[in-house]
């Protein structure tokens, strides 16, 4: 899930920083999984829904990356390090 999460951010901040919007959404699709939805939401962020689980939603922060939120779940904050790669935190861990 973790390594998901990372994916997830990586797509979610790579159209962001070039722009442009996402207006139909991207299918996800890694061998032996089931495809990942991620689609925008009109106020910005993005869902993501893997069909038989409850759907996540991506979150932009105002100091850069996205906090990632699955109802019932504690919120995991993804941030973009300096020099590449995201650190992924769920807070009081």
Do not use: D, F, H, W
């Amino acid at each position: 899930m973790r390594k998901l999460l990372v994916i997830l951010c990586a797509t979610i901040s790579s159209v962001a920083s070039i722009g442009g919007a996402i207006a139909q959404g991207y299918v996800i699709q890694t061998p032996g999984q089931p495809p990942t939805n991620v689609n925008p939401m009109p106020g910005g962020g993005y869902t993501i829904q893997t069909p038989g689980e409850t759907p996540s939603y991506a979150n932009p922060r105002p100091s850069g990356g996205y906090i990632i939120q699955t109802p019932g779940a504690v919120p995991t904050n993804v941030t973009p390090m300096p020099g590449g790669g995201y650190r992924v935190q769920t807070p009081g861990r």
